[in-house]
């Protein structure tokens, strides 16, 4: 065991300082708990700070006929009806008063004419509902949680500190342990609750607008803590990926930009999408968006690099597209030497976002553990099969929220604070340490190696399109690499050794992976983001479970969890949706709205 650890006490542990984790520790912090927030970058660096086109509610600030219900039934009906329901429903009402919250913070929105918060169109949003900066809305979000944050007594930040392991105590997660980036100091952080809003995980495929954070770490240390992942095997590709500069591939090139008027053209000049979708057009949602440019690829309607035009030159001023897409303007200046407001840009699918999560309670965001909460990307079942955009940052507010408070409640039920064994934490620390034992000579592995093969293995065989042929191979794949990471080792020591780092992000990825591709295969049909070639079509029975994987004697199974049908009151607002129509209702639901709507358009 270690010479010493540097040791830490808190009511309550919120892992991350994204959306999630900030929204979270304010709200623990408010009732009354001391919150420590942990974060593997800087403060205001997280991955949050990327988000770019707006944050979901139904304000109706421009489309009058919008509502919460209007943005119930679009975010149901975009998550294929495999969405917890109840966490749809406490969403899409809540978040307007998150949205009112921020702006009481501080939180400088876009306006109208009139001095009302602005939004903007989006795929499968019945009405203009995104409010917005720019396209810095992450920034604007950040910037307003944190200094709400650090001006909240009892919060207290430990930035540049990656955690590794939950701790328990008996059934209950009663802390965590890690090391500091810098130092490469070991510690142990006890807390009476933990809040996992460590953010998604992008990093295991080749191709992904995600930050150098998302590496599903906090899914992974859930899982060995024994939680359930759900719906793993939803992994949303966006359409709109940078495809050229090699350099500049998978950065993300925001939907605003379809939203303000942008349109996707094939190497013939088609607006392909018309074929595809011709209600929603290009603001399909982003499932059929990635596999219409996808197909025009494969049928040899592709851009030069593989992908399609988009084209917003041709749609609105330069000046409107300054101001409203100065990001993106900078981007495509800077990485590809392209004018937007002159040229198309060239785009293509690039992996973005996961629906799935650690399982959690709907009202408290509480995870299967005891003692665990999980809130924002790092949580499933608000988005089902397929995240509509803006809902992310929405879901973080209402969602971090509610974590917070539910694990300040819980800590504040505690007596004492739990003990942490000695052992738990001579593994932990054994387990951290293991990359750096200069032992193994030739036979050691190198852990950007086994990286790069996952995002092959992923990329290639897990990916856009999907068969059971091609998901053994991943998980082939998967076990191969799984045995030699075992074998990871660095060179150097402990402070600021990016290779150690790796060797932690790469187990978690791969244990991510596992999940993804596990549940993957046990999804026999297409729904959402999962298309599996081998099952094009939907199936009944599995339109009525959500997927989960858990740990069970030490290996990782894959089981059935019935979802919760919307009750009779509640299957009606779905009407309301302007993409709403009856013939895609399944069964269960059929006959219980009514065929026409008066309020749907
Ligand atoms: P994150 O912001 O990812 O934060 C995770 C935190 O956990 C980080 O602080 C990280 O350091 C910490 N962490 C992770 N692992 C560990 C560990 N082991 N130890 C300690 N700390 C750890 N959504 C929208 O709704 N609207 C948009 O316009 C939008 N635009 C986007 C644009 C881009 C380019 C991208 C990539 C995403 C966009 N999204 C958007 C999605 C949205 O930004 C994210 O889903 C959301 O910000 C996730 O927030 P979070 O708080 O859950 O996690």
């Not at 190198?446 to 065989?461: K, P, W």
């Not at 046990?522 to 983001?529: L, Y």
Request: with cysteine; aromatic share 6%; proline share 3%.
């Amino acid at each position: 065991m270690s010479e010493s650890y540097q040791t830490r006490e808190c009511d309550v542990l919120v892992v991350g300082a994204g959306g999630a984790g900030l929204r979270a520790a304010i709200a623990a912090a408010e009732a009354g708990c001391s919150t420590l927030v942990v974060s593997k970058s800087l403060l205001g660096k997280a991955h949050t700070v990327m988000a770019e086109g707006g944050i979901a509610a139904g304000l109706a600030n421009l489309d009058t006929p919008d509502s919460w219900e209007v943005h119930f039934a679009d975010t149901m009906l975009g998550g294929q009806l495999i969405n917890n329901w109840r966490m749809v429903d406490l969403y899409s009402r809540e978040v307007i008063d998150r949205v009112y919250e921020l702006e009481r913070w501080g939180g400088l929105f876009d306006r109208t004419d009139d001095g009302l918060i602005m939004q903007r169109a989006f795929g499968a949003h019945s009405w203009k509902r995104l409010c917005h900066v720019g396209d810095r809305t992450g920034l604007e979000l950040i910037r307003t949680l944190q200094d709400k944050m650090v001006h909240t007594a009892g919060t207290d930040v430990l930035m540049e500190c990656t955690l590794t392991r939950l701790l328990t105590h008996g059934d209950r997660v009663c802390g965590a342990f890690g090391y500091l980036r810098n130092t490469g100091e070991l510690i142990v952080i006890r807390a009476g609750a933990v809040v996992m809003a460590s953010g998604g995980w992008g990093r295991m495929f080749r191709y992904t607008s995600n930050s150098w954070e998302g590496t599903g770490d906090g899914a992974a240390m859930a899982f060995e803590a024994g939680a359930e992942l759900q719906d793993m095997e939803f992994v949303q590709f966006h359409p709109t990926g940078m495809i050229w500069p090699p350099g500049a591939r998978g950065i993300l090139v925001t939907e605003a930009v379809r939203g303000e008027g942008g349109i996707l053209r094939n190497s013939e000049g088609e607006r392909f999408m018309e074929r595809y979708d011709p209600v929603k057009k290009d603001l399909s949602s982003r499932d059929v968006v990635a596999r219409s440019i996808y197909k025009e690829v494969v049928a040899g309607r592709g851009s030069p690099h593989g992908g399609a035009f988009l084209d917003i030159a041709s749609r609105r001023s330069a000046a409107d597209i300054r101001k409203r897409l100065p990001s993106m303007c900078d981007q495509f200046e800077a990485l590809a030497g392209v004018d937007i407001s002159k040229e198309p840009m060239e785009v293509g699918p690039t992996i973005h976002y996961t629906m799935g999560g650690i399982r959690v309670d709907a009202e408290t965001a509480a995870s299967t553990v005891p003692g665990l909460y999980a809130a924002g990307e790092a949580a499933a079942g608000l988005h089902g099969a397929n995240r509509l955009g803006g809902n992310s940052l929405g879901d973080i507010l209402v969602f971090g929220r509610r974590a917070g408070e539910a694990a300040a409640s819980s800590a504040k039920g505690l007596g004492a604070r739990p003990a942490v064994s000695k052992k738990q934490l001579a593994d932990a620390e054994a387990a951290v340490l293991l990359p750096l034992a200069h032992d193994l000579g030739e036979k050691a592995e190198n852990s950007y190696v086994i990286h790069r093969a996952l995002q092959e293995a992923m990329q290639d065989d897990a990916g856009i399109g999907r068969s059971e042929e091609s998901l053994n191979r991943a998980l082939t794949a998967i076990g191969e690499l799984t045995e030699r990471s075992k074998r990871m080792r660095v060179g150097g020591g402990r402070v600021l050794n990016p290779g150690w780092h790796t060797c932690r992000d790469v187990l978690s990825m791969l244990t991510v992976s596992e999940a993804i591709v596990r549940c993957a295969i046990a999804r026999r049909e297409s729904r959402g983001s999962q298309w599996r070639f081998d099952f094009p079509d939907k199936d009944a029975h599995l339109g009525r479970i959500n997927l989960v994987a858990r740990k069970r004697r030490g290996a990782m199974v894959v089981e059935e969890r019935a979802n919760e049908p919307m009750p009779d009151d509640v299957v009606t607002r779905l009407a309301r949706s302007r993409f709403f129509d009856p013939a895609t209702l399944p069964l269960h639901y059929a006959g219980k709205v009514p065929a026409q709507s008066p309020e749907a358009h």
